[in-house]
């Protein structure tokens, strides 16, 4: 097979600020040490780009979702330090835990059963303190099977962190009492926002993802947090429209003066959802902002060029995506507007 081409959809990442926001959320934690959340390929921006940064930044915990996401963890760090929230739910997944060495998650009697049974070793325990989500109920914590189970992390997750509510306080009293009953090495509550919250919720281990990747939670971590991912697309044609031409599908847009258009190489398949159709989205091009006209389509997107007179075909123009805005401009979260992006972006930093 020959070499492919250069694609015309990339996302650009910010390595430097990558590695800064990773130490700037290990100072906000204190005391404890900060790890990342690298599930969901790294929350879209691709794990193989995003471990061996934040690894040389000093991260030494990785948790991801799926045993599925192991292996690309694994080519850049130890399995010790990689945890599996989801747990394991039979033997293969218990026996891909101890041939490769990564912790799991236990999530509930019948897990810590099926771990022991299989010979044990260390592992993570998750409890659940109010969010109903995974975890042992704290009803099951004084459970003789719990008793001489090697725990690395006791672990607990925070539902509503991103908010002042007295969620927070609640759970954290709750986790107070999981502490007093399990005996773990270390513990572990706060999420990017946990962090947020103050010393009371770093515990020993915080478990970073959304603010890693740029994004900011709470107020706390305004101007504090940099934007990490930068998607790009590239013009495959230029047009001039004439007063009453239609653009894009529905015609929902009409031009009312003749107008340079830029058709580029992104559309909903790529995550830029049909949300930024109308304007409501806008591309740069050396400090020019071009909006989106008309509907946003599968493959492609087209931009006014106005401004922007020598951007031609071939050239590059950056989507404005920076989390916070863009969650409020499209009603999507931060979380999701990172974790759509598709496969065909050619990933670099
Ligand atoms: C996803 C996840 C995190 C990271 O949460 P952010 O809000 O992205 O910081 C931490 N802990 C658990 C258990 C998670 O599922």
């Given at each position: 097979m020959p070499d492919l081409p250069p694609a015309a959809l990339r996302l650009r990442l910010d390595a430097g600020a990558l590695a800064a926001n990773w130490k700037t959320l290990d100072v906000m934690s204190g005391a404890a040490r900060a790890g990342a959340a690298v599930k969901a390929d790294a929350?879209?921006?691709?794990?193989?780009?995003?471990v061996p940064v934040l690894a040389e930044a000093g991260c030494a915990d990785w948790f991801v979702a799926h045993w599925q996401e192991v292996p690309e963890v694994l080519r850049h760090v130890p399995g010790a330090g990689i945890s599996v929230l989801h747990g394991p739910m039979n033997h293969a997944d218990v026996g891909y835990a101890r041939a490769t060495g990564v912790r799991t998650v236990l999530n509930s009697l019948e897990q810590v059963r099926r771990w022991r049974e299989a010979g044990g070793g260390a592992c993570d325990v998750m409890v659940d303190t109010g969010m109903n989500r995974l975890g042992l109920p704290m009803a099951a914590l004084g459970d003789p099977l719990l008793q001489g189970l090697q725990i690395d992390t006791c672990l607990s997750h925070l539902a509503s962190a991103?908010?002042?509510?007295?969620?927070?306080?609640?759970?954290l009293a709750r986790f107070a009492e999981v502490r007093a009953q399990v005996r773990a090495r270390r513990y572990s509550l706060a999420n990017s926002a946990g962090i947020g919250l103050g010393s009371a919720y770093h515990a020993d281990v915080t478990r970073p993802g959304i603010a890693l990747y740029g994004g900011i939670p709470r107020g706390e971590f305004v101007g504090r947090i940099a934007q990490v991912a930068h998607p790009e697309a590239a013009v495959?044609?230029?047009?001039?429209?004439?007063v009453g031409d239609q653009?894009?599908?529905?015609?929902?847009?009409?031009?009312?003066?003749p107008i340079r258009a830029g058709v580029i190489a992104v559309g909903y398949a790529d995550g830029y959802l049909r949300t930024w159709s109308g304007g409501k989205g806008h591309f740069l091009w050396q400090g020019c902002r071009l909006p989106v006209l008309g509907r946003v389509s599968m493959d492609m997107t087209i931009v006014d060029l106005t401004g922007a007179d020598d951007c031609g075909e071939g050239d590059w123009l950056q989507a404005y995506y920076n989390l916070p805005d863009a969650a409020r401009a499209s009603g999507l979260s931060q979380y999701e507007l990172l974790t759509l992006m598709g496969r065909r972006f050619a990933r670099f930093t």
């Open positions: 929350y879209g921006l691709g794990a193989a780009q995003v991103d908010e002042d509510v007295a969620q927070n306080a609640a759970q495959i044609q230029v047009r001039t429209l004439q653009v894009g599908y529905n015609a929902t847009f009409t031009a009312d003066r």
